[in-house]
């Protein structure tokens, strides 16, 4: 039986390939690694089945086997680590692609998703346009400073790893904000990124949930 994935059943996203799933989806096709999905609503999220593989309710989660994980980038980890193609074989080089994973999620993500948060809960509040600012300057420091390491370079550290991976699933969350439009050399490494064969079929995977949703 091929591994199981868990995804929205209905992507909150509408079709943008921004949930978390798509994470694993670009790192499965990258690796051409088979895998089947299990498709969630909300409620069935919530429910004890699917608790005790997620214990916040949350995807994706990853189950082969006896092996069950949960969390993307820990998911992402596990398979470029059990499958060659997305961590270099030199140990020095495989600790920085794990290195820049750990970037995105702990570093470059947290200001993304807290800008992206106060739109969808507080934009009606009064102190939203006064807070918005602080927080788009946070995003604005993370992308300046990425902007700066990347230089004329392709990729964060040599050839494409897990790390540009999971550095790009972040920054596409900003893809309509017009922030990183300020940072042209960002602008072309997402690029890049998302032209890739695997990055192009995980995202038609995805959007077909939501188009048959």
Avoid at 54 to 68: A, K
Avoid at 197 to 204: C, H, L
């Amino acid at each position: 039986m091929p591994p199981i994935l868990t995804a929205f059943a209905t992507s909150p996203d509408r079709g943008q390939g921004l949930a978390r799933d798509m994470r694993v989806r670009w790192a499965l096709e990258e690796l051409a690694v088979p895998y089947d999905v299990q498709l969630l609503s909300f409620t069935e999220m919530k429910q004890p089945a699917h608790l005790a593989r997620s214990p916040f309710g949350q995807i994706p989660t990853w189950q082969d086997g006896g092996r069950l994980l949960f969390e993307s980038g820990a998911i992402v980890l596990h398979l470029a680590e059990q499958h060659p193609g997305l961590l270099p074989a030199d140990p020095a080089a495989r600790m920085r692609a794990i290195m820049w994973m750990f970037a995105a999620l702990n570093t470059v993500e947290p200001p993304i998703v807290e800008r992206s948060m106060a739109w969808v809960l507080e934009r009606e509040q009064p102190w939203y346009a006064q807070r918005l600012p602080m927080l788009e300057e946070r995003v604005r420091t993370r992308l300046s400073q990425l902007s700066a390491w990347l230089g004329s370079a392709s990729w964060l550290e040599g050839e494409f790893s897990a790390g540009d991976l999971m550095m790009v699933s972040v920054l596409l969350r900003l893809k309509s904000s017009g922030l990183l439009d300020e940072h042209p050399q960002v602008v072309a490494y997402v690029a890049r990124a998302t032209q890739r064969p695997a990055y192009q079929r995980a995202f038609a995977a995805q959007l077909a949930v939501f188009q048959n949703a």
